[in-house]
């Protein structure tokens, strides 16, 4: 949850281009950027694998959809699901997540960006937002950003942690209230198709035994005002 600057970020696809956007420069980036080479410990790939698991039987086949991976830290998820859409986009704030997402894959679609720091994002079908809004303070803010890239009828697929009272930490949040996320979500115009805890792992969280969640969230077409029913 560290501070941001002005700053330039780089899109990869390989071609690498460069456009002016705000990058987030300090604490929790500057320490994704350490950890990445280090990042894929068969533990995480492991429950990267349910993750990866529970999305595919969540979307289905979705051959004809564009997705975001947004917060795609080495891409232990997202690239597992390449072949449910037409395209997946590698979103991650830190340059060396998205190293290595295209050292495992040199197709792979990436784009650093930070939409806290006032970058945008493309218009998307689904957006996956895995493990990763737990490092982001302010819940609602990057909730509000990704909804507003969504097409309408698209979908965020949401995973996290179930708030834990074990786990206390200035620099994250120690889960989420499935009910509180839901009432954020619905009044950002989007509709709650599922909520349910699908994984309950050992040390999974600051050491301490925790269960994930996937919430699925369909935009809804805007509201008429004037309409009466
Ligand atoms: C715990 S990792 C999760 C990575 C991946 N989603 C997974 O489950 O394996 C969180 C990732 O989110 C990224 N991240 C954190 N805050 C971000 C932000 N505001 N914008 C973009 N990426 C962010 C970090 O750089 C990191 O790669």
Known sequence: MGGR??????VGHHRK???RGMVSSMGN???FDGIAAQYDTPERAAVASVIAGRIRACVGAAPDKTAIDYGCGTGLVGLQLLDIFKSILFVD??????AAVAGKNASARTLRADIMAGARL?????????QTLLHEKDTRALLARLCGALNEGGRLLLVDFDKNQRVSSPDIHNGFD??????ILEK???RLNSAETFYHGENLLMGRDASLFLMDAEKL????PFRQD
């Open 221 to 224: 077409p805007p509201q008429d």
């Open 17 to 19: 281009e460069i456009i």
């Open 178 to 183: 499935r009910r509180e996320l839901a009432g």
């Open 122 to 130: 493309p218009a998307a079908d689904y957006i996956l937002l895995v």
């Open 29 to 31: 980036i500057n320490k």
């Open 188 to 190: 950002l115009g989007c």
């Open 93 to 98: 704030a830190s340059e060396n997540m998205l």
């Open 5 to 10: 600057r002005a700053n330039e970020f780089t």
